[in-house]
């Protein structure tokens, strides 16, 4: 089925500033998969007081820190009943061009001075990786499994440091979302017993069935070493790698997949026409300049 549609007026623009990504932020809507405690090296013995239950493994040569991030498999629930097999892809993911900054305007001394002589307009997509906006276009949907992607290796020709991590909330349900199919507010569980049963069931929280709250979208600069799990039913954008040139990032991307459209994925494309984001309003991102980012 096609992808939902909406067209943006003035009214609806947003320019939303890209933040360090953290694990506390990115909590309402999922998990950040990164070391917890960079500092900390293998050993034998290991403090007691390390997180995600650390456990000191190969011979006291590594450390296992457990369960970071939780696959979810909602499937059992989906309308076609058809089951679900566990995937594992791998994304290489080109740096997305950025768009200039609007110039500052001219103040009204300058303007007449010069109004015989008019000055350039900036080019619209400025070379990859400087400072700029990205433009939103899109953004889609895993309704019944978790994704994650985990940043592999950087190509070597011009490795790029950094991608954005671009999420939204739900409305509540309605007219433009009555037809997706979606789990409902307490879906089955896996075959867990016990603590993992109840960790689970707890981890389980999820957002409306509806279209993306675009008031509250956030975006997020994950550095090196830095990966994410988007929750279930969680609005994202496709992933954006951040470089100059010719840069690209790599990544694992785990989920769980039955092979039914509307159920594997589901899209929010914003304008007229796929991908164009035409319309009077429009939704970017702004991204700081490469020397704040190597900060990060």
Request: aromatic share 6%; proline share 15%; hydrophobic share 35%.
């Amino acid at each position: 089925m096609a992808p939902i549609r909406i067209t943006l007026d003035k009214s609806n623009s947003l320019a939303i500033p890209a933040q360090p990504l953290t694990p506390a932020e990115f909590a309402p809507f999922g998990s950040v998969v990164q070391n917890p405690h960079p500092s900390i090296h293998p050993s034998p013995s290991l403090p007691t007081n390390l997180a995600y239950n650390a456990v000191s493994a190969n011979q006291g040569t590594a450390i296992k820190y457990q369960h970071l991030s939780r696959p979810l498999d909602l499937y059992a629930s989906a309308p076609s009943k058809v089951s679900s097999k566990p995937v594992l892809n791998i994304f290489v993911c080109a740096a997305r061009p950025l768009r200039l900054r609007p110039p500052p305007l001219p103040s009204s001394s300058s303007s007449s001075s010069s109004s015989s002589s008019p000055s350039p307009s900036p080019s619209p997509l400025p070379p990859r990786g400087g400072a700029g906006l990205f433009l939103v276009t899109i953004l889609e949907r895993h309704p019944f499994t978790t994704q994650t992607f985990v940043p592999l290796a950087q190509g070597p020709a011009a490795p790029a440091s950094s991608y954005l991590v671009i999420v939204a909330p739900s409305l509540p349900p309605g007219p433009l979302d009555q037809h997706l199919p979606f789990p409902p507010s307490s879906p089955p569980s896996s075959d867990g017993t016990g603590d993992e049963k109840r960790e689970e069931q707890s981890a389980t929280v999820l957002p409306a069935r509806g279209v993306p709250d675009l008031r509250n979208l956030r975006a997020f600069i994950a550095g090196p070493g830095q990966g994410v799990t988007y929750g279930a039913g969680t609005w994202h954008a496709p992933m954006v790698a951040l470089g100059p040139p010719g840069a690209v990032v790599e990544f694992a991307v785990t989920q769980f997949a039955n092979g039914v459209g509307e159920e594997d994925c589901q899209e929010v494309i914003f304008g007229d026409r796929q991908g164009e984001g035409e319309g009077e309003g429009e939704i970017v991102v702004e991204v700081p300049g490469q020397i704040a980012l190597a900060k990060l």
